[in-house]
């Protein structure tokens, strides 16, 4: 089943530039940025520049450069926010997806948390 990429999506504007963002980390394949309502001291969004919608489409068709770089993007953040095991105390990873997931911008994104103790992963709605 193909996935179909909404090009108007915000996180697409804030690649383009349409749109401002607080860039943490930009590198050829991705982007780093401060999440607008941030739920914890630390709180950055990383993205791949191509259009993905979700983890499993970005996983299925994304190049092995792309998902080199967006990976080692995801842990050159949590080095630079001071959550890793040895310099900080740890994080949360977390990327929505669809209607269960309860993603609201369907463009790929990884939530890295940090900062304070998260408490338990799933609460009800
Ligand atoms: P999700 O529910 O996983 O799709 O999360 C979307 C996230 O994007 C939320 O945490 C929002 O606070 C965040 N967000 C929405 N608009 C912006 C923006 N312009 N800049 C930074 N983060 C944003």
Do not use: W
Request: glycine share 10%.
């Amino acid at each position: 089943m193909p996935y179909t990429y909404d090009d108007q999506n915000i996180f697409a504007k804030i690649l383009r530039g349409e749109i401002p963002n607080k860039t943490v980390l930009e590198t050829e394949h991705s982007l780093a940025f401060h999440d607008i309502g941030p739920q914890a001291p630390v709180h950055v969004l990383v993205i791949p520049k191509g259009p993905y919608v979700s983890y499993d489409h970005f996983a299925r068709e994304a190049s092995d450069a792309e998902i080199l770089d967006f990976t080692r993007a995801v842990g050159k953040v949590c080095e630079m926010t001071g959550v890793t095991l040895d310099e900080g105390q740890g994080f949360r990873a977390i990327s929505n997806a669809g209607a269960h997931g309860v993603q609201e911008v369907p463009h790929l994104h990884i939530h890295i948390l940090g900062g304070r103790r998260l408490g338990k992963m799933l609460q009800p709605e």
